[in-house]
């Protein structure tokens, strides 16, 4: 099953990302997990909205997966996503047979091996169309998404100027060999 992933942007949404988040998981177009991905949030205030978004997930039966803060995730007994030169860490490296589930973001298919070697249970490629996010780097494309797809053996999603609401994006992402797509700037403007 092709999966649509949310990704957590608070600065994208007007309002509370706590009232966009329970709109989405009301939606038709509901995401089958959640990366709360706030990466400017200190760890104090990361855990404060882990505190009101964990109950709000599990409410709503979606998988809330931590981002970048792996101690959080292990207490929490949560998924877990973070950037590549975090997995490399040898504190996170002793601990990654504790995680329930350990992804990874790459950009290369050399990172995406390197990834799979360290333990990566899933992927995360990117950014494959071109995205506001990333303004003037070209994107990587269904090229790079499908040699990635191809020679690894774990799950990856597709990241990268990707909508919901355009499902020839979706069926070509899929094509690739893509288990789902990671789903931003849609969600948080839903």
């Known amino acids: 099953m092709f999966k649509r992933l949310a990704v957590s942007n608070r600065q994208l949404v007007k309002g509370s990302l706590v009232a966009q988040l329970e709109k989405i998981f009301q939606s038709p177009v509901k995401p ?12 104090q205030e990361y855990v404060q909205l882990v505190g009101q978004v964990l109950p709000l997930c599990r ?16 207490r929490l007994h949560c998924p877990l996503q973070v950037p590549l030169p975090l997995l ?7 601990k ?8 990874t973001s790459v950009h290369s298919l050399a ?22 996010c990333k303004p003037g780097l070209p994107p990587r494309g269904l090229d790079f998404l499908r040699a990635v797809c191809t020679q690894v053996r774990v799950p990856v999603y597709a990241i990268g100027g990707l909508k919901f609401c ?25």
């Open 111 to 132: 990172e995406a091996q390197e990834a799979v070697a360290l333990g990566a249970a899933y992927l995360v490629a990117g950014h494959i169309f071109a995205t506001g």
């Open 32 to 43: 089958q997990a959640l990366i709360l991905r706030e990466k400017d949030l200190s760890e």
């Open 96 to 103: 990654r047979a504790d995680f329930c589930c350990l992804g």
């Open 59 to 74: 409410q709503y039966g979606l998988p809330l997966i931590i981002h970048s803060f792996w101690q959080l995730a292990l």
């Open 88 to 94: 490399r860490l040898a504190e996170l490296q002793q």
């Open 166 to 190: 355009r499902q020839e994006q979706l069926e070509q992402v899929a094509a690739c060999g893509a288990q789902g797509a990671c789903i931003m700037s849609d969600y948080m403007h839903y």
